[in-house]
Nanobody, 120 residues
Framework: QVQLVESGGGLVQAGGPLRLSCAAS????????MGWFRQAPGKEREFVAA??????FYADSVKGRFTITRDNAKNTVYLQMNSLKPADAAVYYC???????????????WGQGTQVTVSS
């Protein structure tokens, strides 16, 4: 079992930065691939970024603006979001899986989500 707890969401002005954190406990963190997804009202949950081994993967909509990193010593994965747009507003979820994937259904464990609101 893996437990995931996100934090760092909030209200930010368009163009500003925000950093999300996801603290993991349970099964060995370093062996997991970690992903960030988001879901806006009335929309499907969509892939944002993932980190697995030495690889990082990003949705086209966030490339160049978002950076995913992990600190295995702290069992934490981060999502640094820069140049935020109103379209980035959503509930952001952290997820864990054995392999890297952009498909939400492939992930075994999920956090409760953290709200990101971007004002224009």
């Amino acid at each position: 079992q893996v437990q995931l707890v996100e934090s760092g969401g909030g209200l930010v002005q368009a163009g500003g930065p925000l950093r999300l954190s996801c603290a993991a406990s349970g099964r060995t963190f370093s062996s997991n691939c970690m992903g960030w997804f988001r879901q806006a009202p009335g929309k499907e949950r969509e892939f944002v970024a993932a980190i697995c081994g030495g690889g990082r993967f990003y949705a086209d909509s966030v490339k160049g603006r978002f950076t995913i990193t992990r600190d295995n010593a702290k069992n934490t994965v981060y999502l640094q979001m820069n140049s935020l747009k109103p379209a980035d507003a959503a509930v952001y979820y952290c997820a864990a899986n054995r392999v890297a994937s952009v498909v939400a259904d492939d992930y075994d464990y999920w956090g409760q989500g953290t709200q990101v609101t971007v004002s224009s």
